[in-house]
């Protein structure tokens, strides 16, 4: 069946949320993953290509989903107000549905291989599914600090460590709902470019290490960094009692473990020598960004 024409009005919402300024991390890891263990000089990738767009597909209806006033509730997103809030609440709904589906319909169609199109559907829906990114998302509208210390007090006759059983629970928090979208951007990236088991393992361990820091320095910048530098409300998870490294385990211990993180992702590359040098900029680069 040939793809359907998209509505003017719904194509205006989709342009407006995936066109806006961002960092585009995600779709960027999936083509330098590629590049990295595909044929030398083979240029762009046109399944890396289609891959990415993809992911920033899923991650945008992420966004425009977490905004609503159902879930975080915020004015602003990438510098400019968020979609219900430039269209209205129903629009915005719909307009992440369509995104979600579209991304899927083009790994579908464009994808030139059928063994890798299943395998990038496969990765796609996995990471951002009910077992990766809602799981996370719903942990995290579920469980505020003070949930969690509730819940731990009544049953501190069971538990040794309390603050561990916090970071247990945050850690899976921070796992899902963002680790798992950079290990599929790597995980994808390394399907396009033809990547050996061995090549694949390690730039899965790499996307989740490097997606674990990058939640960790977004948690610290919303407690440091202003409004215009982020492009989004800052201050709002301490607002809302969310469950974050520096709300758990304090701003020196956060860039720690951010620290501690990005070392492991550089580590993940170490079988690749010099050619993986743009992957190692990036895990520093993330680690000390301001916005």
């Known amino acids: 069946m040939a793809s359907q024409p998209i509505d003017s009005e719904l194509k205006e919402v989709l342009c407006y949320t995936l066109e806006a ?10 083509l330098w993953c590629c590049e990295l263990v595909g044929p030398p000089k083979a240029g762009m990738n046109r399944n890396a290509e289609i891959a990415a767009a993809a992911m920033e597909m899923v991650h945008t209806y992420s966004l425009v989903h977490d905004d609503l ?33 579209l991304a899927f319909e083009i790994l579908a169609r464009e994808i030139d291989k059928p063994a890798i199109a299943v395998k990038l559907i496969d990765e796609l829906a ?28 009544n049953q501190k006759s069971k538990i040794r ?10 850690e899976y928090i921070h796992i899902n ?7 599929c951007a790597a995980a994808m990236g390394a399907i396009c470019g033809g990547a050996n088991e061995s ?18 320095a ?46 492991e992702a550089v580590a993940a590359l170490e079988p690749f020598g010099p050619k993986a040098d743009a992957l190692r900029k990036l895990a520093i680069a993330l680690l000390e960004r301001t916005k």
């Open 21 to 30: 300024p961002g960092k585009r991390i995600r779709s960027a890891l999936v």
């Open 69 to 101: 006033p159902a879930m975080d509730n915020d004015d602003l997103r990438r510098g400019q107000p968020t979609c219900h809030k430039a269209f209205d609440e129903a629009t915005a709904i719909l307009a992440g549905d369509a995104l979600l589906t």
């Open 126 to 153: 996995s990471a951002a599914g009910s077992g990766g990114m809602i799981a996370g998302q719903l942990a995290d509208m579920k469980f505020t600090i003070d949930d969690l210390r509730l819940t731990i007090e």
């Open 161 to 170: 460590n309390r603050k561990s059983e916090i970071e247990n629970q945050l």
């Open 177 to 183: 709902k963002t680790a798992k979208m950079f290990r």
């Open 199 to 216: 090549q694949y393992n390690c730039l899965c361990e790499y996307g989740l290490k490097l997606g674990l820091g990058f939640q960790i």
């Open 218 to 263: 977004d948690d610290i910048l919303d407690v440091c960094a202003s409004s215009e530098q982020l492009g989004k409300t800052s201050g709002k998870d301490a607002r809302a009692a969310k469950c974050t490294y520096p709300a758990v385990v304090g701003l020196e211990k956060s860039r720690q473990l951010a620290k501690k993180l990005a070392d």
